[in-house]
């Protein structure tokens, strides 16, 4: 393919709607590693570091682990491995024997914990957009955000997504309500749209 051709490829691209909301969406994630990037260096931390960081404030034990993390994130082993070394000379966390008996589960340490309040607010630029919306354009929003995500989990495009849409227990467009329009099978109830979970602790993953 020539350059011109490419340059007519990418027209028309950003000439369709859909070509125009992905632009959208990478220049948004774009604009979320940028805020990242500024988080972790004012700690002296690479994005994946803060990001594992503030995964150990939040996680339930089970999946402080290494390999869960690595899953979560999408990386290797290894790459983790290495970021967690990392964060263990620098005293931000220990590990402490796992599901399996080795030393693999990962707890902050009193200085981790810290740090990881300290950086809690490194998307607040990003809230502080999404709170002017309206409230009924945030629950739209929410909810088709999580559609993709759960389309871009089944193509292989995420690897882990533990969100209402992608659990065995989500029943989609069981009531007629349409502020409630979804059904939880575990919670034998329907699922207000605005109460959709990004990462649901009862999170249970579809048989194949």
Avoid: Y
Wanted: hydrophobic share 35%; with cysteine.
């Amino acid at each position: 393919m020539t350059a011109h051709e490419v340059d007519d490829d990418l027209d028309r691209r950003l000439a369709s709607l859909d070509g125009r909301l992905a632009d959208a969406v990478e220049r948004l994630g774009n604009g979320l590693r940028t805020l990242a990037q500024q988080s972790a260096r004012g700690q002296g931390l690479s994005p994946l570091q803060q990001q594992i960081v503030l995964a150990l404030r939040r996680r339930p034990a089970a999946r402080r682990e290494v390999n869960a993390l690595a899953a979560e994130f999408g990386i290797t082993t290894p790459t983790m491995s290495d970021a967690v070394s990392t964060l263990e000379r620098k005293q931000l966390l220990s590990r402490s024997p796992g599901s399996d008996g080795r030393r693999r589960r990962l707890t902050l340490t009193e200085r981790g914990r810290e740090v990881a309040r300290q950086l809690s607010s490194w998307d607040q630029p990003l809230l502080t957009a999404v709170g002017k919306l309206p409230e009924d354009d945030r629950v739209v929003l929410l909810h088709n955000l999580l559609r993709l995500i759960a389309d871009l989990q089944r193509s292989g495009a995420i690897s882990v997504a533990r969100t209402c849409m992608t659990c065995r227990f989500f029943t989609p467009d069981r009531h007629a309500d349409p502020a409630a329009p979804h059904h939880c099978d575990l919670l034998q109830s329907p699922l207000p749209l605005a109460g959709l979970q990004t990462d649901c602790p009862e999170h249970e993953t579809p048989a194949a």
